[in-house]
């Protein structure tokens, strides 16, 4: 199996940073689409940021753009998701995911889930 632990969440005030981290297990991270679902409470899932196995390409959700950067190290088996300028509307559990097949925003197109990272942004 692929296991995947998040780490790097927080408490921080609008306009701070946070940098998110996801230690991936397996040989074969590589391969893997990586995505950052966030969820907050009442809404549904949904993807912020994602990366294709090389990196070359990036999704971000419109609310997200420009602030958020999502970058991977496949010799490290790490996905990283910088977030500046936080808002309070970016206050969620946000979960690394890791896909087989390629970039997309459905969370049915991931097989493989982290714990969950909580994150807060007062105002």
């Known amino acids: 199996q692929v296991q995947l632990v998040e780490s790097g969440g927080g408490l921080v005030q609008a306009g701070d940073s946070l940098r998110l981290s996801c230690a991936a297990s397996?040989?074969?991270?590589?391969?893997?689409?990586m995505g950052w679902f966030r969820q907050a409470p009442g809404k549904e899932r949904a993807l912020s940021a994602g990366?294709?196995?090389?990196?070359?390409?990036?999704y971000y959700a419109d609310s997200v753009k420009g602030r958020f950067t999502i970058s991977r190290d496949n010799a490290k088996n790490t996905v990283t998701l910088q977030m500046n300028s936080l808002k309070p509307e970016d206050t969620a559990v946000y979960y690394c995911?890791?896909?087989?097949?390629?970039?997309?925003?459905?969370?049915?197109?991931?097989?493989?889930w982290g714990q969950g990272t909580q994150v807060t942004v007062s105002s």
């Open positions: 995911a890791a896909g087989e097949s390629g970039l997309t925003t459905r969370s049915n197109g991931y097989d493989y």
């Open positions: 397996g040989r074969t991270f590589s391969r893997y689409v």
């Open positions: 990366i294709s196995w090389n990196g070359g390409r990036t």
